[in-house]
């Protein structure tokens, strides 16, 4: 099959370090896959996709593996719809898909307590809980949609950030404050913008 590699023409000397994603263009039936599932889909999370390959499966070289599984996944369901996050479907799906691998397939993996997000922000553990929660309902996509009617423009910016492991000195480089702050603004943002949505988190 035609693979893709993520950089886009992969040289070992100028991407030295680097892990290159291939990704088959044609499913197993022989259809295309739309670009935009690399394009929009991959390349955003490629360094957050190595690190899932990493942390969860101990090998970043398996990036491929879910890399291409998420998106072959993704355009069988969806086709050409993207979506507005087609980078966070893509590493939500490669996630879980890695986490099936390393518990021996879905149906062993889902009887574990799986913490995606053991190791994702001190300060923010909290709000990345209720990330992961929202993540195994796919109510994600929902959440975004009423954070955007709401005006809440820096919360729904912080939402990608966590679930590519950004750490917390990204987040006060990006919006200046404090972690603290941080921490209140996006745990009000979220729990006004799930009650408006209609999704119950089971926080206290």
Request: neutral net charge; charged residues 30%; proline residues 4%.
């Amino acid at each position: 099959m035609p693979v893709i590699t993520v950089p886009f023409e992969f040289d070992e000397k100028e991407h030295r370090g680097i892990v290159p994603i291939g990704i088959n263009t044609v499913d197993s039936n022989g259809n295309e896959i739309p670009r935009g599932w690399i394009e929009r889909g991959v390349v955003p999370v490629a360094d957050p996709l190595r690190k899932v390959a990493s942390r969860v499966l101990n090998d970043v070289w398996r990036v491929s593996e879910i890399a291409d599984h998420a998106v072959h996944s993704l355009a069988r369901r969806n086709g050409d719809n993207l979506g507005d996050a087609p980078e966070l479907r893509v590493l939500k799906c490669a996630r879980w898909y890695a986490e099936d691998l390393r518990a021996g397939g879905r149906r062993y993996r889902r009887s574990m307590d799986v913490e995606l997000f053991d190791s994702t922000l001190d300060a923010l553990q909290d709000q990345a809980d209720i990330l992961k929660e929202l993540e195994s309902r796919d109510t994600i996509d929902k959440l975004m949609d009423q954070l955007d009617r709401m005006g809440l423009g820096e919360v729904r910016e912080m939402v990608p950030m966590m679930l590519r492991d950004c750490d917390a000195h990204e987040f006060q480089a990006k919006f200046g404050k404090s972690r603290n702050t941080i921490s209140q603004q996006f745990y009000r943002g979220i729990r006004k913008a799930a009650a408006l949505a209609g999704i119950t988190l089971r926080v206290s």
